[in-house]
């Protein structure tokens, strides 16, 4: 595998995020223009966000790894997978390219570039749904990248595509994506109130995540022989 630099891989975040946020953002207002049904708005805000991921995980991931989050990045990196003097680069390049994915949504349907959101999000429900939306991703991530790698994009895409109706959030599962949100007043928009209870519930959900896995995912001697069920 080709080795990319720091500054390749951390503009491949950047973009990366960017792209994922102007298609979460820009699909919901599209949709929310053309129907005034909210599950339809839903559902083509859901396969826009879940067809962009496979795209952007297929073609960036060979550079960064494709985190476009900064829970993914935290987890790399207590793995040891992550270079910490890489992590602060990397979270810089998502946030930052987040607002402006917001702000490339809202110029192409010519809003304000940048919007404070007034939807409300909060509640014990909500934060248990990010929780849970963000255990999942990163547990399908890790268990992807120990057994399948190059499924990887279909999983995570086709995960988010199931969480954004399973969940009373709608899957945000990204403190990046959330905080660009927060910035958008629009259908896919957070109140800022509501962002730092969602943030704190997605690193609880990766950290729980990450804590399972790593034990789940490391095979033990069955009997003094390697379970081959174990290995890929």
């Not at 935290?74 to 990397?90: G, H, I, K, S």
């Not at 255990?135 to 995960?159: D, S």
């Not at 969940?167 to 800022?192: C, E």
Request: proline share 6%.
């Amino acid at each position: 595998m080709t080795a990319y630099d720091l500054p390749r891989r951390v503009a491949a975040e950047f973009l990366g995020t960017a792209l994922l946020v102007a298609t979460v953002v820009g699909s919901g207002i599209m949709a929310d223009s053309l129907t005034h049904d909210t599950a339809l708005a839903l559902l083509g805000n859901t396969i826009a966000t879940g067809a962009i991921l496979i795209v952007l995980i297929t073609t960036l991931g060979p550079i960064s790894g494709a985190h476009f989050n900064p829970a993914v990045s935290m987890v790399f990196f207590l793995n040891r997978t992550l270079p910490a003097r890489d992590l602060p680069a990397y979270l810089g390049g998502q946030f930052v390219g987040g607002i402006v994915g917001t702000m490339v949504a809202h110029t192409m349907f010519t809003l304000p570039i940048l919007e404070i959101a007034g939807k409300q999000r909060s509640g014990p429900a909500q934060w248990l749904s990010e929780t849970v939306a963000t255990f999942g991703l990163v547990a399908v991530i890790l268990a992807g990248v120990r057994f399948e790698r190059k499924a990887v994009p279909w999983l995570v895409g086709l995960y988010i595509t199931a969480a954004y109706w399973f969940t009373a959030s709608t899957s945000f599962a990204n403190p990046a994506v959330a905080l660009a949100r927060s910035l958008t007043n629009t259908f896919s928009g957070i109140r800022p109130l509501d962002l730092p209870a969602f943030v704190i519930a997605e690193l609880l959900g990766a950290a729980l995540a990450a804590s399972l896995m790593g034990w789940l995912l490391k095979p033990e001697p069955v009997g003094g022989i390697l379970s081959t069920e174990a290995t890929p």
